[in-house]
């Protein structure tokens, strides 16, 4: 599993790249990145596509910020990227994958 970002300081986005491996899914056939930049919902989670063996999906997210996510697996199954930028705590009783989309020196 790889968590992969590119920034577009133009734009002040930040390309991020997930990746869940099918093995991960348990024999799940639909996944999305749910998270709170889209409202934890499945109807809004971005969609992945399945290339080799991985689930992946990509967007662009605004820089300078740490979003919280996970993946979803056929509504119902919840995944954490083993590759996160770090772990949230939730009043649930599980963690919370992050990426963050800050870079060290914006020029």
Do not use: H
């Not at 910020?65 to 705590?89: H, M």
């Not at 599980?94 to 914006?106: A, I, L, P, W």
């Amino acid at each position: 599993m790889s968590l992969k970002k590119q920034f577009v300081k133009s734009r002040k986005k930040c390309k991020v790249t997930f990746q869940l491996p099918i093995k991960a899914t348990n024999g799940g056939t639909e996944v999305k990145v749910v998270g709170d930049f889209n409202d934890w919902s499945w109807e809004k989670g971005i969609p992945m596509k399945v290339k080799k063996d991985a689930f992946v999906a990509e967007t662009e997210l605004p820089m300078g910020q740490s979003y919280q996510f996970r993946y979803l697996i056929d509504a119902r199954e919840w995944e954490n990227d083993w590759d996160a930028d770090n772990y949230i705590s939730t009043p649930f009783g599980v963690e919370n994958s992050v990426v963050e989309t800050r870079m060290e020196e914006m020029k």
